[in-house]
């Protein structure tokens, strides 16, 4: 089964349902059964997020999508009163290692890279995190 093609109207708003997960609305959310985050008492997980641009679709280079990505989880993160300062671990999926770093030099939570393909087209870079709400 494929996954559904971005819609160009659609724009992330971010709401936390009961059982407390963090909703954005994404049609991907219904069709592959996911929440975009979820507290699990201090620990917010936050679901691999491709990092398309605000018209729904994603851009080419790879850095942007990165940067499209940490922006849209750090808003989810945002919902459950933490941010990208309090990641503590950091997952990318990545076409390429052609670029990484920026967001975390500073903040250094743990990290795994896998160079692979990802399953959506024009897709080059995934990012899941695990952040921690004890600020």
């Not at 954005?24 to 917010?44: L, Q, R």
Request: net charge negative; hydrophobic share 40%; proline share 6%.
């Amino acid at each position: 089964m494929a996954c559904p093609a971005p819609v160009d109207s659609f724009r992330a708003e971010y709401v936390i349902m009961p059982g407390s997960g963090i909703r954005n609305g994404a049609p991907s959310e219904d069709f592959a059964g996911y929440a975009k985050a979820v507290i699990d008492g201090m620990t917010i997980h936050v679901s691999g997020t491709l990092g398309q641009g605000e018209d729904g679709q994603p851009p080419d280079d790879a850095g942007q999508k990165a940067r499209n990505a940490l922006a849209s989880i750090d808003k989810a993160l945002k919902q459950a009163e933490s941010g990208l300062t309090d990641a503590v671990a950091c997952r990318v999926y990545i076409t390429d290692a052609a670029w990484l770093g920026e967001v975390f030099r500073d903040i250094r939570p743990t990290n795994t890279m896998l160079i692979c393909q990802i399953p959506t087209q024009g897709a080059k870079v995934e990012i899941e995190i695990t952040a921690s709400r004890a600020g």
